[in-house]
Structures are given as structure tokens and as C-alpha cells.
């Protein structure tokens, strides 16, 4: 798989390597298969990589997380998204909790409580509300994140999980709406700033990988496919398409791997992001012709989980859009 971004340290190299070898051959759609992966990237060190050291993490610094959320996002979206979650909430939770998060044990999501589809009150120390959209490999374990002015981490055993929901996209999570019916919490730090940008940080490196597969994907068809006495590639057209997808990846990919100053500048390279990578599997899509849309080609699924990655993400409900820190 190619790499669209600033060029690498020796170190950072090694990690893609890494991610890359473990990933080799690993089918998106073993839902079984891939709820195991946490474990294994756990036990290397690389599911909160990017986390402190003085918080169980692996003190790695954030063009190295993005690495590996990048070249997990190449192959399965949906571990890149729960990679990304287990990042940020790692920075909220602490003792027991943080020590199985760490080891991939469980999985916590994190929401934004002033999301358009959260809707949730505190009265009496408790609880209650409803999230609409819950996306988790399984809802009924996974534990939440409740990201606002007060931080709340809710536990499986308080909520009630409604049926799941049909989505284009990111298939290997259920997605589903969550009920709080008078639900005690953990409280958690009021500030949520860090929390936040590590999430968006990290769902954009998420959309990097899979802008990154999709141009990888329509490079080789493209090399390959003969039409006209020759490869489609040698087609003026095709190789101006094939050269906007490599440049508006290449973009994405510097953007993430440069990071955020602050929480608003993480919304923007989320932004940034989601639209980037819908806009590269569409033309990646375009480069097969009708045979895109054929799952055998996978090149339809970067596009669905695209779609559904930006479709996942509330980003005018994030407070901090009002002004920059």
C-alpha cells in the first residue's frame, strides 16, 4: 500500500510496516476476526499508542498514532473508527477502566452531548434522554463517553439498547439508539477540549486511510484494465482523475499528520476529512466504470464507508465551533 503523506522518520516507517504485516490478509467483513484485532494491536502497543505514558498509554507522539490509525483504516475503516475512540477516551477514564481500554479489552465510544442527535438531561444525579445514533462493534457491551460541560462515563448496565439501524457504510459496527432511563454516571474532568480533538484528530486520520485505499484501489484497476490498445490509465482522462485523487489525498494525509493547535483547528481537519474522502472514493469509483459498483471490486464499500463516516460525526453540534481556544 503506498503512503500519501510527508515523508517518514526510520521510526515511523517501522510502525507502518508493523500495521501493515498484522493487517496483511485480514478479511473487513470477519466481524469475529475483527473484534479481536483491539487485543492483538493492544498487545504491541499500537491501540493507544498515541496516549501518555503517565496514563497507561504508549507516549507515542500524534504523527505516529496517525500512522497507525491511517494503515488500520486502509483495511478495515471500522477499527480505525473504534481505535480513535478508545484514543480520546483513554484521556477521559481512569483506574480500572482505562487499564482494560488499554488492553482492548472493552470498548468505549465518545459523544458529544450537544450533538443534534443526543438528547439527554441531568436531574436528581441522574440520567436521562436518548442518543439516536450509537455506532459500537456491539452495543450492548460497549461503554460511553458523555462529552459536554459535564463528562460522564455511562456503563453498559445503564442503557437501554434499541434495534439496529440499516447504514451505507463502516458494516462491522452496529449502529443503534440508546435509551437512558434515569441512569447513574461517573463523573468525569469538566474539560472536554482534549478529549474532543483527539477524537476528530483521529476520525480524520480514519478518512485518510480510507481516501488512501480507495486511490490505491483505482491506481491498480486502472494499470491493469485495457481498453482502447492500451491500459485505461494511459486515457488523458483517466490519468487526470488519477492524479486529483493522489493530490486531494496527499492533501488529507499532511493535513492530518501536521495535527491541530486547538480544538476548532481539529473541526476543521475533520471537515476537511470526511468531505476529501468521500470526494476521492467517488472518483476512485468513477475509474472502474460499472464494474465499481460490484462488491467483488470493494471499491464501492471505501465509498459507503465514507459515507457513513461523515454521516457518523455531528460537527456543527461541537461547541467549540463558536470561537477557537
Known amino acids: 500500500m503506498s503512503w500519501h503523506g510527508p515523508a517518514l522518520s526510520s521510526d515511523q516507517h517501522d510502525v507502518l510496516k508493523l500495521v501493515d504485516e498484522m493487517l496483511r490478509g485480514v478479511d473487513p467483513d470477519d466481524v469475529a476476526k475483527v473484534r479481536e484485532l483491539p487485543g492483538a494491536l493492544a498487545a504491541l502497543g499500537l491501540w493507544t499508542v498515541g496516549v501518555p505514558e503517565e496514563l497507561g498509554g504508549g507516549g507515542a507522539d500524534w504523527p505516529i498514532t496517525a500512522v497507525v490509525i491511517e494503515r488500520i483504516s486502509r483495511v478495515v475503516p471500522e477499527l480505525g473508527v473504534a481505535c480513535a475512540h478508545a484514543q480520546a477516551a483513554a484521556l477521559a477514564v481512569s483506574g480500572d477502566i482505562r487499564?482494560?481500554?488499554?488492553?482492548?479489552?472493552?470498548?468505549?465510544?465518545?459523544?458529544?452531548?450537544?450533538?443534534?442527535?443526543?438528547?439527554?438531561?441531568?436531574?436528581?444525579?441522574?440520567?436521562t434522554g436518548q442518543i439516536d445514533r450509537f455506532d459500537a462493534f456491539d452495543p450492548d457491551r460497549a461503554h460511553v463517553v458523555l462529552l459536554g460541560d459535564?463528562?460522564?462515563?455511562?456503563?453498559?448496565?445503564?442503557?437501554?439498547?434499541g434495534r439496529t439501524q440499516r447504514t451505507t457504510g463502516l458494516s462491522s459496527l452496529r449502529t443503534v439508539t440508546l435509551t437512558l432511563e434515569?441512569?447513574?454516571?461517573?463523573p468525569l474532568p469538566s474539560d472536554a477540549t482534549a478529549v474532543r480533538s483527539s477524537l476528530l484528530m483521529g476520525l480524520a486520520a480514519v478518512a485518510a486511510g480510507i481516501a488512501g485505499a480507495a486511490v490505491d484501489a483505482a491506481s491498480a484497476y486502472a494499470a491493469q484494465r485495457h481498453q482502447f490498445g492500451g491500459p485505461l490509465a494511459a486515457l488523458p482522462v483517466v490519468r487526470a482523475s488519477l492524479t486529483d485523487q493522489v493530490q486531494r489525498t496527499a492533501v488529507l494525509t499532511h493535513a492530518v499528520f501536521a495535527g491541530a493547535p486547538d480544538s476548532l483547528g481539529a473541526i476543521a481537519v475533520a471537515r476537511l476529512g470526511f468531505d476529501l474522502a468521500l470526494d476521492v472514493a467517488d472518483a476512485a469509483l468513477q475509474v472502474h466504470g460499472g464494474y465499481g459498483y460490484l462488491r467483488e471490486y470493494r471499491i464501492e464499500r471505501s465509498l459507503r464507508d465514507a459515507l457513513s463516516l461523515r454521516a457518523s460525526v455531528d460537527l456543527a453540534g461541537a461547541p467549540s465551533t463558536l470561537q477557537p481556544e
Open 99 to 127: 487499564a482494560l481500554l488499554h488492553s482492548g479489552a472493552i470498548e468505549i465510544v465518545v459523544v458529544e452531548s450537544s450533538a443534534l442527535h443526543v438528547s439527554v438531561d441531568l436531574a436528581g444525579g441522574r440520567w
Open 150 to 161: 459535564e463528562s460522564v462515563l455511562i456503563e453498559p448496565a445503564g442503557i437501554s439498547v
Open 182 to 186: 434515569g441512569t447513574s454516571v461517573h
